[in-house]
């Protein structure tokens, strides 16, 4: 078995080129390309170099949890929302999530719907939408079986 370094396989699968893990770690360029060949990726084409989307990233700072929900090993605001930066702006994981669930852009203020504090599984986020929805079947709900009792 062919060992690989942990610091070295861990900046090959985050999306880094050859010369720059090279660069950062001070090793040859051979490393992080065998490396790849090790972990069955394909050698990057030079220069060129996939740019992460926020929805890599997103995935990037993930950490599952019991029954769906997902917590969050990135950064926090001074508000406490779990973000990230891409492109140059914050992106708070929220609304990255709820893009990943929904396929479109959320509208209005972007919450967990789930009643889990920080939850950023995409499944649970809510916008004013779907939370819009949520309670015109409430109320369908109520007019068929009557009132929560
Ligand atoms: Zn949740």
């Known amino acids: 078995m062919t060992y690989i370094r942990g610091d070295v396989r861990e ?18 360029r051979s490393t992080p390309a065998r490396a790849r060949t090790v972990l069955g990726l394909p050698q990057p084409r030079p220069g060129k170099r996939a740019a992460a989307t926020a929805e890599d990233l997103f995935w990037r700072r993930v950490r599952p949890l019991d029954g769906g929900h997902m917590g969050w090993t990135g ?52 916008d004013r939408v779907t939370r819009a929805e949520a309670r015109k079947l409430d109320r369908l709900y109520a007019q068929i079986f009557g009132p929560p009792s």
């Open 11 to 28: 900046l090959v699968l985050a999306g880094h080129t050859n010369a720059e893990i090279a660069r950062r770690l001070g090793v040859d």
């Open 75 to 126: 950064y926090h605001t001074t508000g406490d929302v779990p973000a990230l930066r891409h492109g140059g702006r914050i992106h708070t994981a929220y609304r990255i999530g709820f893009r990943i669930a929904h396929g479109r852009a959320p509208e209005g203020h972007v919450r967990p719907g789930c009643g889990r504090d920080g939850c950023v599984a995409p499944a649970c986020q809510t």
